[in-house]
């Protein structure tokens, strides 16, 4: 046997020199690829590869051991995971479908893998600890049998079928030695520390007369030469290498961060960046390529065909199943937040003329905003929701109709096979359309998108699941195609897309990750993010096992992974002769510089320059892209003048009819912001709410409450039977009114939510409304007795005579001084007019508090007192509070004014508001506090908006 040779090499040299390995057959092994190819170009340059052969360490282990089956890797393994577990394991993990178990199969695979590294036998865990002094709590070793389980269930479930797994394989009964036999000499190039299992290879080759050489970059004291292990070091002990030119760069903050990077790299032409979170910055997004030579890929979860499937995945995941109906419904907020992606809906739009398309999805965007402002929550995929009477439920078909279709085709998606069938079909899923020109061009999108389909096909061939639905709990009718399309997804999202940036590679800076940092080297170089918990990690919570556990059984700990860290941080700032680090210190944010710039700072001091920035106001950034000649090329100041913010009143354009209508609602916000009452009423810019209610709100219990009471006048007023009274009538149409409302064919159908709400609503609201209902009939008749001289009835969703639609004059110009003729309009919930001459009385039905007595003024004026003030004595109005079952108002506080005088009173107001308004132009309301919800923030972007 021969003895392993180590060879040590300074910070400052060359891990590899080509003239030294010139016509030598040897296998060179690296930790990691980016070592491996820097080995291979530096090599290559001189033709010295002819009798080497440069591999990874996993590669390596990979050739040496032999599998008598084809190995299962990534999904397919996990998919196997899955179909081998029994009910005892699938309860004591708590999985019911596939995309629960994934965690687990990370976790389990993970486990073993890392068990066959340190040669750990997981049968004797429970002993090894016990001789150690140590145990398994009673939750570990419950879940360490269900593992243990599952090990081989997993192992006969694919050995039946002709699979095997490198958990199975990496046993030295399965060695193969016949890579090695061309080479006498293996050399490991680097490596800090290696598996029990590398050891082992290692002795067994060396055992066959392998000469086994570890060139090492670390000083000869901190390996332990008989376990091939490192020591525990410090950075003195490092020594005696010193650093080249260190640059601390404290900032306090990830922008400042970036800008002070961006400085430093055009100043000192620093040549390579690596960015140590694991993560990347957002502000990547806004690195020039021409500048910076970013990753050369990008992951298949940042194109636009991923996008796309995330989208549907979405539309398919909202889908409701309607079980008393029968049918499957389509959330209007999913559709519309769909429709709001131009990249999933535009190529779904048929036009060949772009500007069609995005014309046809900015209709689509304000149907969907109007139909929100009518409280509709759903379409159904039938299409009986586009059979209406009203426009904006008809016009809504052709535009979502490519989406229904599309959603129709997928919910026949059974296996992988009819998705890859659906996705090749041209009128199935558009990838061509989808895929813009810049992707085209630029990546090689296309062809990885339909080989990832290629192999997803083959997984549906493999036969490793039999029934595919069965990936998702329960049998409705989108389970399988969700089960199917989320795999999918879930397969290619690990690709990596090549991108092509065609610019000119040369004096760029590139970046580059801290794992394939850790085998380069640099002359000029930048780290950035080198804070706490970035660099060394935040500890992560081991699975299973407790780190003292996992340290007795022989297994990698936080320790070893935070002495890797040190090492590979440490061997970058000792071999750079010029290295800037950028870190971040910000004690509000408990942000603090890496512990092991402060180690470097102690042990180096003479070599570690300090530069404190100041933070970086983003005003100040942006300033400097103004700049032409060296001096500052501003934009135009905002004006200063207090009206800069005042739409002008021109009475001519503001009301081209001549007539200034108001109503209630529009009164108020005029009176409160006419800032907004010019963009709403005069500019008609629609005011979309934030947010889709999709629970109960007042607003649509309010609607609801007002139906069954319309309703039960919509009976009344149509029975032909001879007249009877007002108690009488919701015993008599009380419980049809309700049955009709919530019938599939009620338009309320499509606005009621399909949830627990509902349940809510029938179980202890709708209670209330029929105990309120019949409340007011009785109040109607015993109480107010309008049913006793022959009544009129107007509900408002059932009478739109002249009378209701026609606007009043209720101020001349010439009279008010106003330059335009004042009129009301409005509409009551219902009026009831009765006897000789003619009395009237108006109620508005509520179930908020939010409302306000001149809504019941501005109700008489507009019907009756404009017309016949005469009349004022013998109009009474009223609010009735549904769910409270009470009837509030009736008497007005006009604080010791008549009827007639508060009246007057009112005309005078808002003859003055309107008139200030004339004078000043539409001026934005006063915020008084943060807190006024009723003022809200009114941005430049809504003043613009398709029409």
Same mark, same amino acid.
């Given at each position: 046997m021969l003895p392993l040779r180590f060879r040590y090499i300074r910070f400052d040299e060359p891990l590899l020199n080509p003239a030294e390995w010139s016509g030598r057959e040897a296998l060179?092994?690296?930790?990691?690829?980016?070592?491996?190819?820097?080995?291979?170009?530096?090599?290559?340059?001189?033709?010295?590869?002819?009798?080497?052969?440069?591999?990874?360490?996993?590669?390596?282990?990979?050739?040496?051991?032999?599998?008598?089956?084809?190995?299962?890797?990534?999904?397919?393994?996990?998919?196997?995971?899955?179909?081998?577990?029994?009910?005892?394991?699938?309860?004591?993990?708590?999985?019911?479908?596939?995309?629960?178990?994934?965690?687990?199969?990370?976790?389990?695979?993970?486990?073993?893998?890392?068990?066959?590294?340190?040669?750990?036998?997981?049968?004797?865990?429970?002993?090894?600890?016990?001789?150690?002094?140590?145990?398994? &709590?009673?939750?570990? +070793? %419950? @879940?360490?049998?269900? =593992? /243990?389980?599952? !090990? *081989?269930?997993?192992?006969?479930? $694919? #050995?039946?079928?002709?699979?095997?797994?490198?958990?199975?394989?990496?046993?030295?009964?399965?060695?193969?030695?016949?890579?090695?036999?061309?080479?006498?000499?293996?050399?490991?190039?680097?490596?800090?520390? &290696?598996?029990?299992? +590398? %050891? @082992?290879?290692?002795? =067994? /080759?060396?055992? !066959? *007369?392998?000469?086994?050489?570890? $060139? #090492?970059?670390?000083?000869?004291?901190?390996?332990?030469?008989?376990?091939?292990?490192?020591?525990?070091?410090?950075?003195?002990?490092?020594?005696?290498?010193?650093?080249?030119?260190?640059?601390?760069?404290?900032?306090?903050?990830?922008?400042?961060?970036?800008?002070?990077?961006?400085?430093?790299?055009?100043?000192?032409?620093?040549?390579?960046?690596?960015?140590?979170?694991?993560?990347?910055?957002?502000?990547?997004?806004?690195?020039?390529?021409?500048?910076?030579?970013?990753?050369?890929?990008?992951?298949?979860?940042?194109?636009?065909?991923?996008?796309?499937?995330?989208?549907?995945?979405?539309?398919?995941?909202?889908?409701?199943?309607?079980?008393?109906?029968?049918?499957?419904?389509?959330?209007?907020?999913?559709?519309?937040?769909?429709?709001?992606?131009?990249?999933?809906?535009?190529?779904?739009?048929?036009?060949?003329?772009?500007?069609?398309?995005?014309?046809?999805?900015?209709?689509?965007?304000?149907?969907?905003?109007?139909?929100?402002?009518?409280?509709?929550?759903?379409?159904?995929?039938?299409?009986?929701?586009?059979?209406?009477?009203?426009?904006?439920?008809?016009?809504?078909?052709?535009?979502?109709?490519?989406?229904?279709?599309?959603?129709?085709?997928?919910?026949?998606?059974?296996?992988?096979?009819?998705?890859?069938?659906?996705?090749?079909?041209?009128?199935?899923?558009?990838?061509?359309?989808?895929?813009?020109?810049?992707?085209?061009?630029?990546?090689?999108?296309?062809?990885?998108?339909?080989?990832?389909?290629?192999?997803?096909?083959?997984?549906?061939?493999?036969?490793?699941?039999?029934?595919?639905?069965?990936?998702?709990?329960?049998?409705?009718?989108?389970?399988?195609?969700?089960?199917?399309?989320?795999?999918?997804?879930?397969?290619?999202?690990?690709?990596?897309?090549?991108?092509?940036?065609?610019?000119?590679?040369?004096?760029?800076?590139?970046?580059?990750?801290?794992?394939?940092?850790?085998?380069?080297?640099?002359?000029?170089?930048?780290?950035?993010?080198?804070?706490?918990?970035?660099?060394?990690?935040?500890?992560?919570?081991?699975?299973?096992?407790?780190?003292?556990?996992?340290?007795?059984?022989?297994?990698?700990?936080?320790?070893?992974?935070?002495?890797?860290?040190?090492?590979?941080?440490?061997?970058?700032?000792?071999?750079?002769?010029?290295?800037?680090?950028?870190?971040?210190?910000?004690?509000?944010?408990?942000?603090?510089?890496?512990?092991?710039?402060?180690?470097?700072?102690?042990?180096?001091?003479?070599?570690?320059?300090?530069?404190?920035?100041?933070?970086?106001?983003?005003?100040?950034?942006?300033?400097?892209?103004?700049?032409?000649?060296?001096?500052?090329?501003?934009?135009?100041?905002?004006?200063?003048?207090?009206?800069?913010?005042?739409?002008?009143?021109?009475?001519?354009?503001?009301?081209?009819?001549?007539?200034?209508?108001?109503?209630?609602?529009?009164?108020?916000?005029?009176?409160?912001?006419?800032?907004?009452?010019?963009?709403?009423?005069?500019?008609?810019?629609?005011?979309?709410?934030?947010?889709?209610?999709?629970?109960?709100?007042?607003?649509?219990?309010?609607?609801?409450?007002?139906?069954?009471?319309?309703?039960?006048?919509?009976?009344?007023?149509?029975?032909?039977?001879?007249?009877?009274?007002?108690?009488?009538?919701?015993?008599?149409?009380?419980?049809?009114?309700?049955?009709?409302?919530?019938?599939?064919?009620?338009?309320?159908?499509?606005?009621?939510?399909?949830?627990?709400?509902?349940?809510?609503?029938?179980?202890?609201?709708?209670?209330?409304?029929?105990?309120?209902?019949?409340?007011?009939?009785?109040?109607?008749?015993?109480?107010?007795?309008?049913?006793?001289?022959?009544?009129?009835?107007?509900?408002?969703?059932?009478?739109?005579?002249?009378?209701?639609?026609?606007?009043?004059?209720?101020?001349?110009?010439?009279?008010?001084?106003?330059?335009?003729?004042?009129?009301?309009?409005?509409?009551?919930?219902?009026?009831?007019?009765?006897?000789?001459?003619?009395?009237?009385?108006?109620?508005?039905?509520?179930?908020?508090?939010?409302?306000?007595?001149?809504?019941?003024?501005?109700?008489?004026?507009?019907?009756?007192?404009?017309?016949?003030?005469?009349?004022?004595?013998?109009?009474?109005?009223?609010?009735?509070?549904?769910?409270?079952?009470?009837?509030?108002?009736?008497?007005?506080?006009?604080?010791?004014?008549?009827?007639?005088?508060?009246?007057?009173?009112?005309?005078?107001?808002?003859?003055?508001?309107?008139?200030?308004?004339?004078?000043?132009?539409?001026?934005?309301?006063?915020?008084?506090?943060?807190?006024?919800?009723?003022?809200?923030?009114?941005?430049?972007?809504?003043?613009?908006?398709?029409?």
């Open positions: 060179l092994l690296f930790p990691g690829e980016a070592g491996r190819h820097a080995a291979g170009r530096l090599l290559q340059g001189n033709w010295e590869l002819t009798g080497l052969r440069l591999m990874t360490l996993e590669e390596f282990k990979e050739q040496l051991f032999v599998a008598p089956f084809p190995l299962l890797k990534e999904e397919k393994r996990t998919l196997a995971f899955y179909t081998s577990l029994d009910a005892p394991a699938r309860d004591h993990f708590r999985i019911s479908s596939y995309f629960q178990s994934i965690e687990l199969a990370n976790h389990f695979f993970s486990l073993w893998e890392e068990a066959g590294e340190a040669g750990l036998e997981m049968d004797a865990v429970a002993g090894d600890l016990a001789a150690a002094g140590a145990e398994l &709590l009673s939750w570990q +070793e %419950k @879940s360490l049998r269900q =593992l /243990l389980h599952i !090990r *081989d269930l997993y192992h006969d479930t $694919i #050995s039946r079928r002709g699979f095997s797994d490198r958990i199975f394989i990496r046993r030295e009964e399965n060695l193969d030695y016949s890579l090695c036999s061309s080479f006498r000499e293996i050399v490991l190039v680097n490596p800090f520390r &290696l598996t029990r299992l +590398e %050891k @082992s290879i290692l002795h =067994l /080759l060396a055992e !066959r *007369d392998h000469q086994i050489t570890l $060139i #090492s970059q670390m000083p000869s004291k901190i390996m332990d030469e008989e376990e091939v292990e490192p020591r525990p070091f410090t950075a003195a002990d490092l020594g005696p290498a010193a650093p080249g030119d260190i640059t601390l760069h404290k900032c306090c903050n990830e922008f400042a961060l970036y800008a002070r990077f961006i400085e430093a790299a055009a100043q000192n032409r620093i040549t390579h960046a690596v960015d140590v979170s694991l993560q990347p910055s957002a502000f990547h997004h806004l690195l020039s390529p021409a500048r910076f030579r970013l990753p050369a890929s990008i992951p298949m979860s940042e194109t636009s065909l991923y996008h796309f499937f995330a989208t549907l995945t979405a539309l398919l995941e909202e889908l409701v199943w309607e079980s008393r109906a029968g049918r499957l419904l389509l959330p209007l907020p999913a559709l519309l937040e769909a429709a709001h992606s131009p990249g999933f809906y535009l190529p779904l739009l048929e036009s060949a003329d772009p500007e069609q398309r995005a014309a046809q999805r900015e209709r689509l965007i304000t149907l969907l905003h109007r139909l929100q402002e009518q409280d509709y929550l759903y379409l159904d995929l039938q299409g009986r929701f586009f059979n209406s009477a009203q426009r904006e439920r008809r016009d809504l078909e052709p535009l979502a109709r490519p989406v229904l279709r599309l959603i129709d085709r997928l919910l026949q998606v059974r296996d992988p096979a009819g998705l890859v069938r659906l996705i090749a079909d041209p009128e199935g899923v558009p990838v061509l359309r989808i895929v813009p020109e810049k992707e085209r061009a630029c990546t090689t999108l296309i062809e990885l998108f339909y080989q990832s389909l290629a192999d997803f096909s083959a997984i549906g061939e493999s036969g490793i699941v039999e029934e595919w639905p069965a990936l998702l709990p329960g049998e409705g009718p989108t389970t399988a195609a969700r089960g199917i399309l989320r795999l999918f997804l879930d397969y290619i999202k690990s690709a990596r897309v090549r991108y092509e940036w065609n610019v000119d590679r040369q004096n760029q800076i590139e970046f580059t990750n801290f794992t394939e940092a850790q085998d380069l080297t640099f002359e000029r170089l930048a780290l950035l993010q080198v804070v706490e918990g970035q660099l060394p990690r935040t500890r992560a919570i081991p699975w299973l096992l407790t780190e003292q556990q996992r340290a007795l059984l022989g297994l990698e700990t936080a320790d070893d992974t935070r002495l890797r860290e040190k090492y590979a941080f440490f061997r970058l700032a000792l071999s750079t002769p010029e290295l800037h680090l950028f870190t971040i210190e910000n004690i509000e944010k408990n942000t603090q510089p890496s512990s092991f710039i402060e180690e470097l700072a102690l042990t180096f001091p003479e070599n570690v320059r300090i530069i404190s920035h100041p933070d970086i106001e983003y005003r100040d950034f942006g300033r400097q892209f103004f700049r032409e000649g060296g001096e500052e090329n501003l934009p135009l100041p905002v004006r200063g003048r207090e009206d800069f913010f005042t739409l002008p009143f021109d009475g001519a354009a503001d009301f081209p009819a001549g007539e200034w209508r108001l109503s209630f609602y529009a009164w108020e916000q005029v009176k409160s912001n006419p800032f907004e009452y010019a963009l709403r009423n005069v500019g008609r810019v629609p005011a979309w709410p934030a947010q889709w209610q999709t629970e109960w709100t007042h607003k649509l219990l309010g609607k609801v409450a007002q139906e069954v009471f319309d309703l039960c006048w919509h009976h009344f007023n149509q029975d032909a039977l001879p007249f009877s009274r007002f108690d009488r009538i919701f015993s008599r149409y009380g419980e049809k009114a309700i049955a009709s409302l919530f019938a599939d064919q009620s338009d309320l159908y499509f606005k009621l939510p399909k949830n627990h709400g509902l349940a809510y609503f029938r179980e202890f609201v709708l209670p209330l409304i029929r105990s309120s209902c019949d409340y007011f009939y009785q109040q109607l008749h015993e109480r107010f007795h309008l049913d006793e001289d022959n009544p009129r009835v107007y509900p408002e969703k059932e009478f739109t005579s002249a009378r209701e639609t026609s606007p009043r004059l209720l101020l001349a110009a010439a009279e008010s001084q106003l330059p335009l003729d004042l009129l009301l309009t409005g509409r009551a919930d219902l009026r009831i007019e009765y006897g000789e001459p003619t009395s009237a009385f108006l109620i508005d039905y509520k179930t908020g508090t939010d409302y306000k007595d001149e809504q019941l003024w501005f109700y008489e004026l507009f019907y009756y007192l404009i017309d016949d003030p005469a009349m004022a004595g013998r109009v009474r109005s009223c609010f009735f509070q549904i769910l409270e079952r009470r009837f509030d108002k009736l008497n007005k506080n006009t604080k010791k004014l008549s009827k007639t005088e508060f009246l007057d009173k009112l005309r005078g107001d808002i003859a003055s508001t309107l008139l200030e308004v004339c004078t000043l132009g539409y001026r934005p309301a006063r915020r008084r506090s943060w807190g006024d919800k009723n003022l809200d923030d009114i941005i430049r972007m809504e003043i613009y908006h398709p029409r």
